[in-house]
């Protein structure tokens, strides 16, 4: 069997570990077995972001490309390959910035910000975090300014550094309170 074929029995002997699991009535069990099953799942999507990404070169498609490497981010980051996931990152923003898109700029650099948050290299979260916040500025996007201000204080308070939060320009800091109204919602 290949490796797809294999993965694809996987899913269907864990989904029937699953069913039986359940008849038992064994909760901690089930909870286990959900979580056998979602990260097969996600192996599957990895593999086939793989294969869509030697397509998207093949036909020289970037903004496909950009798409595959940030899914494989995204993959690394849930299977807990932080370096890996970082790798993935820079090549998506390498691309976006080929393709001149700020948004999608924006979008790698929160990426790779959460991902050095979670290498806990702050300082190195911070750069990209501000690099973030720069450009959704310009593009006037609150809704990034705001989560460009809280991934900053999450990785400030995490150096131990409160002072810089408080000294936020009253215009970051009005949409961090909007942001944080409505998840409250």
């Known amino acids: 069997m290949g490796r797809i074929t294999t993965t694809h029995f996987g899913c269907g002997l864990l989904a029937g570990k699953l069913a039986y699991i359940q008849e038992l009535g064994d909760r901690a069990a089930q909870g286990r077995a959900c979580g056998d099953l ?22 020289g498609d970037k903004a496909a490309e950009r798409r595959a490497y940030s899914n494989l981010g995204n993959a690394h980051i849930f299977l807990g390959e932080f370096e890996v996931a970082a790798e993935h990152y820079r090549k998506t923003l390498q691309i976006a910035k080929q ?35 720069k450009i959704a500025q ?28 408080c000294s936020m320009p009253a215009n970051i800091s009005r949409s961090l309170k909007r942001l944080e109204m409505r998840q409250v919602r």
């Open 38 to 59: 979602g990260n097969t799942h996600y192996l599957l999507r990895k593999s086939s972001t793989i294969r869509r990404l030697a397509i998207a070169r093949e036909f």
């Open 99 to 133: 393709l001149g898109d700020k948004a999608l700029e924006a979008q790698a650099y929160y990426s790779l910000g959460n991902t050095y948050t979670l290498l806990k290299d702050y300082e190195r979260a911070i750069e990209f975090h501000m690099k973030h916040l």
């Open 138 to 165: 310009e593009l006037e996007d609150r809704v990034g300014e705001g989560r460009a201000c809280w991934s900053l204080g999450n990785a400030h308070t995490a150096l131990g550094v409160t002072k810089r939060l």
